[in-house]
Structure formats: C-alpha cells, structure tokens
C-alpha cells in the first residue's frame, strides 16, 4: 500500500487562507455584485456569468448519442461521472485500476472547457466484490489505498471530491451508518480525506449525502456536527454536497435555503449534487434555484441527468428535458433563476484550493472588476474583429466577454498566462492546444459574444485575443 501521509501543513495553509479570507470580508464587507438580470441563454452560461457552474451526471455508454451531447456540450459546464468512477467501476480487483470509461468522459468534458466532479472515492455501496468481503485494518488500508489511487491517477483534472459518499443514517439516530467502512473505527471520513487531501492538495474536498436537505431532520444535524467538528479540528474538508433527489416521500421544504446557508457559515462551499423532482414541478426547481443563488458559498448545481430517459427514476420524469430532447417547463424557470440571481461575491473565499506557488505578481486578487482598462483587440486580417473585456472578478478566478463583429460564423484564438486554466466557458465551442494554454473558440450558433472563466492560480494578467478569422 501507498505510505499514508497526513500533509501536516496542508490542513493549516488551508485554513489560514480562508481565515485570511475571512478576515477581509469582515473587515470589507461582502461586497455583493448588483443582482441585475442577466441573459445568459444556456444553463452553464447563466451559472457562470454569476460566478457558479451548472452541471449534470453523464454516463460513458451515451456519450455516443448525439442528441444527449448536443444537449451537454450546449447547456452544461460541470460534468459528474453517474457510476464510472465509483469503486466498483475503478478497482475491480484489487490493486487493478481500471479508468477507461472514467476517461471518456472526463476527457470529453475538458476538451469542451467544462469542469468535472469526482464521484465517489469511498462509499458504502457499490464496492468491487472483494471489497465487500474485506473487514478491519485490511478494509481500512485498501480504502486509503483506493483513495490515494484514484485521486491521484485525476489530479488536476477534477476540480471537487465527493471524498466520502453517504455515511450517514437514515431515521432518527443522526449517526453514522453501519458499513464495513464505519466498522473500521469512527475515524474512516476523517483519514479518507486526509488522504485524499495528500494525493491531490488543489482540488476541493466535499462530503456528500441525500435526504440532508431538512434543516430539521436528525441526519442533515449529524452531518452538520461532523463538517463543524472537523472544521475545528483542521479536517481538510472544503465542501459538502447536498443530492437533493425530491419525491413525493422526501419532498423540498421551505427550510432548504437554512440548510444550504447553515452549513456554508461552517465555512465550507456547499453544492447541489445531484437534483432531480419527481415530476419536476416548475415552481420547486425554481425554489431550489434561487435558495442555491440566494447563498454566496452555493457555488454550483447539478442535475442527475440530462434528458428523463437518462434518469435513474425515469418513471418519474423528474428532470429537465424530454426524453425526446425537448425543454420542460422546468427548464424555463431553472434559467430565470439563474438569470435573476445573485452573483457569488467578489470578495468571497477563494472556492478553488489557494495557489502553492509564488504571490500574485500583478494585481490583488480582491479588488473590484477593472472598468477602465481598455479592451484588447487582435490585429485586423481574419475577416472579423474580436474585443475582449473584462467581466466579474472574484478571489480566485476571473470572467472575461469578447465581443466578435464582422462575422456570424467565426473562430477566435485567446491565450491565457500560465499558471492560469480556463474552467469554463459558455457560448462557443474550444478546443486547445497542447500547452492548454491558447484557446480557439468557434462560434455555434448561440450569438456573437462568448465568455470564458479563468482561474488565475495566482497570476492575474489579463487574457489576449491573438486572432479573429471569418470562416
Ligand atoms: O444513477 C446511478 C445509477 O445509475 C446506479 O445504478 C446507482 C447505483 O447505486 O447509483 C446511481 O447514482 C447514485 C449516486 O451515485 C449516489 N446518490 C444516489 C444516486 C441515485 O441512486
């Protein structure tokens, strides 16, 4: 087995930078951008002019189907696995690793800009065989085990972690649920996230759970002590998902938004994982929504599942699209949602992992988008002219909008100054080169101006526009 390493600084740099963080919201105030509407078009576009993503559960098997990536590659910026990076799918036997399929689909997702979520390091459910039979300190190292792996075989590639998956019970108690994981010892969440924090120090950290959307039920209260105990304790936790599947058994309540806000005060990111309604009332993915904008730290939402057909409860049409493709009601409300909503504040905690490599050498990351700087423009020659400028900012990472004239059909080439990535984009197709550094955005079909978010890892140079060419 791998030699566990507990990162004993990384918890502390970790916390520093959010106290620091902290620390000049109080001393600022958090300065909420005006919650004026916007009009992105698409799902992941709307979500990202406010500075969060939107994203849905892919499955490897449909990403042969054009119609479901027509609608993926148009409408979403965060893809999660549905089942091809649980445990059973990733180590089928012990000390195989097995990433084919995980593959496909993170790599379909990065060369499209869109980000990915890592799903499930350890879970009770879902084991490869000769995990389920496996007990004791053996269970305990082949988890660790599993977790170093996976984790670090993604690094870099994955921008969150559903480290642990559903530890706790159902029903009254508030506590763990029994597993062959919880009977390792108490400690199993706590040394899984060690480890992964160890195995991939940049991506973010999340426990994830389902019927913990009741700001009142005894298991959203156990799983809020535990985040709050490991935030006192230094446990690299960053983020808590929240699966919100609703049904007629486990409905939305009206407290959701106290949930969503109670457990971002612990200081952790919370996110909406895997949501879907049964029926999918308008009015209640509308509520979801807007709970989700109404808190700074909700940093993203995703469906579990694009079109019905796709849905683990397809009987229960519970998503956003037909199954012919088509969008529902639902989705009508989901975007207004996202259009009337607040942007996440710019002075808010970093939500990626602080940069580990020097200062900032250009401009502090805290201060308000620049309105003065003059917008760039390539050279003329391509048949159109391409303007770029500079949209929000926040702690970690930046938006920028290029205006093309002169061409419907286009194709623009922007690069971006290393160490900085692109993490998402709306309103174009890219593709990029090898340094993943220089972008070219084709036009297809949704306008003449595209955006694109930066993670500026600590250099906040401003994006060029190299060429514009009318095709
Ligand atoms: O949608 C997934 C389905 O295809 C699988 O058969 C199932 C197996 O457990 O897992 C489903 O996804 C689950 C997710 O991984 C964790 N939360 C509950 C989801 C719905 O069951």
């Given at each position: 087995?791998?030699e566990?390493?507990?990162?004993?600084?990384?918890?502390?740099?970790?916390?520093?930078?959010?106290?620091?963080?902290?620390?000049?919201?109080?001393?600022?105030?958090?300065?909420?951008?005006?919650?004026?509407?916007?009009?992105?078009?698409?799902?992941?576009?709307?979500?990202?002019e406010?500075?969060?993503?939107f994203?849905?559960?892919?499955?490897?098997?449909?990403?042969?189907?054009?119609?479901?990536?027509?609608?993926l590659?148009?409408?979403?910026?965060?893809?999660?696995?549905?089942?091809?990076?649980?445990m059973?799918?990733t180590?089928?036997?012990?000390?195989?690793?097995?990433?084919?399929?995980?593959?496909?689909?993170?790599?379909?997702?990065?060369?499209?800009?869109?980000?990915?979520?890592g799903?499930?390091l350890?879970?009770?459910?879902q084991?490869?065989?000769?995990?389920?039979?496996?007990?004791?300190?053996?269970?305990?190292?082949?988890?660790?085990?599993?977790?170093?792996?996976?984790?670090?075989?993604?690094?870099?590639?994955?921008?969150?972690?559903?480290?642990?998956?559903?530890?706790?019970?159902?029903?009254?108690?508030?506590?763990?649920?029994?597993?062959?994981?919880?009977?390792?010892?108490?400690?199993?969440?706590?040394?899984?996230?060690?480890?992964?924090?160890?195995?991939?120090?940049?991506?973010?950290?999340?426990?994830?759970?389902?019927?913990?959307?009741?700001?009142?039920?005894?298991?959203?209260?156990?799983?809020y002590?535990?985040?709050?105990?490991?935030?006192?304790?230094?446990?690299?936790?960053?983020?808590?998902?929240?699966?919100?599947?609703?049904?007629?058994?486990?409905?939305?309540?009206?407290?959701?938004?106290?949930?969503?806000?109670?457990?971002?005060?612990?200081?952790?990111d919370?996110?909406?994982?895997?949501?879907?309604?049964?029926?999918?009332?308008?009015?209640t993915?509308?509520?979801?929504?807007?709970?989700?904008?109404?808190?700074?730290?909700?940093?993203?939402?995703?469906?579990?599942?694009?079109?019905?057909?796709?849905?683990w409860?397809?009987?229960?049409?519970?998503?956003?699209?037909?199954?012919?493709g088509?969008?529902k009601?639902?989705?009508?409300?989901?975007?207004?949602?996202?259009?009337?909503?607040?942007?996440?504040?710019?002075?808010?905690?970093?939500?990626?992992?602080?940069?580990?490599?020097?200062?900032?050498?250009?401009?502090?990351?805290?201060?308000a988008?620049?309105?003065?700087?003059?917008?760039?423009?390539?050279?003329?020659?391509?048949?159109?002219?391409?303007?770029?400028?500079?949209?929000?900012?926040?702690?970690?990472?930046?938006?920028?909008?290029?205006?093309?004239?002169?061409?419907?059909?286009?194709?623009?080439v922007?690069?971006?100054?290393p160490?900085?990535?692109?993490?998402?984009?709306?309103?174009?197709?890219?593709?990029?080169?090898?340094?993943?550094n220089?972008?070219?955005m084709?036009?297809?079909?949704?306008?003449?101006?595209?955006?694109?978010?930066?993670?500026?890892?600590?250099?906040?140079?401003?994006?060029?526009?190299?060429?514009?060419?009318?095709?």
């Amino acid at each position: 087995m791998t030699e566990r390493c507990h990162g004993d600084t990384r918890p502390r740099a970790r916390t520093a930078i959010v106290l620091a963080a902290a620390a000049l919201l109080a001393a600022t105030g958090a300065a909420f951008l005006p919650s004026t509407a916007s009009a992105g078009t698409t799902l992941g576009a709307s979500a990202a002019e406010k500075g969060r993503y939107f994203g849905t559960a892919v499955a490897a098997s449909r990403l042969s189907d054009n119609a479901y990536t027509t609608i993926l590659n148009r409408e979403f910026n965060m893809v999660t696995a549905e089942n091809e990076m649980k445990m059973n799918a990733t180590e089928p036997q012990q000390g195989r690793f097995s990433y084919g399929a995980a593959e496909q689909i993170v790599n379909h997702a990065r060369s499209r800009g869109m980000s990915v979520r890592g799903h499930t390091l350890a879970w009770h459910s879902q084991q490869p065989g000769w995990m389920e039979s496996m007990s004791g300190s053996a269970l305990r190292q082949a988890m660790l085990n599993h977790v170093t792996q996976v984790a670090t075989h993604f690094r870099g590639q994955v921008v969150a972690w559903d480290v642990v998956n559903e530890a706790f019970a159902d029903g009254s108690s508030g506590g763990r649920r029994d597993s062959n994981l919880q009977r390792t010892g108490n400690d199993w969440i706590e040394a899984a996230f060690r480890a992964a924090d160890a195995a991939d120090p940049n991506a973010k950290l999340c426990y994830n759970d389902y019927n913990t959307d009741n700001w009142t039920h005894a298991k959203t209260q156990g799983v809020y002590n535990m985040v709050r105990d490991f935030k006192a304790r230094g446990v690299p936790i960053d983020c808590v998902g929240f699966q919100s599947h609703f049904n007629n058994n486990s409905p939305y309540v009206s407290n959701y938004r106290t949930t969503l806000s109670s457990f971002a005060a612990l200081g952790v990111d919370v996110q909406i994982t895997e949501l879907d309604i049964q029926g999918a009332p308008a009015n209640t993915y509308r509520s979801v929504v807007e709970d989700c904008m109404a808190v700074p730290r909700c940093n993203g939402i995703t469906v579990w599942g694009i079109r019905d057909s796709d849905s683990w409860l397809a009987s229960q049409t519970p998503l956003l699209f037909n199954s012919n493709g088509s969008k529902k009601a639902a989705y009508d409300a989901v975007l207004a949602a996202l259009n009337n909503g607040a942007a996440v504040p710019t002075t808010a905690p970093p939500t990626s992992a602080p940069p580990t490599s020097a200062p900032p050498t250009s401009t502090p990351p805290t201060s308000a988008p620049p309105t003065s700087a003059p917008p760039t423009t390539p050279p003329p020659g391509g048949g159109c002219t391409a303007t770029l400028q500079d949209s929000t900012r926040w702690g970690d990472r930046f938006n920028s909008q290029v205006t093309v004239s002169g061409a419907s059909n286009w194709s623009v080439v922007v690069a971006v100054t290393p160490p900085q990535k692109v993490s998402a984009t709306w309103n174009g197709s890219p593709t990029w080169d090898s340094s993943g550094n220089v972008m070219t955005m084709r036009s297809n079909g949704s306008g003449n101006v595209f955006g694109f978010t930066t993670m500026a890892n600590g250099n906040w140079t401003r994006p060029q526009v190299l060429s514009c060419t009318a095709s």
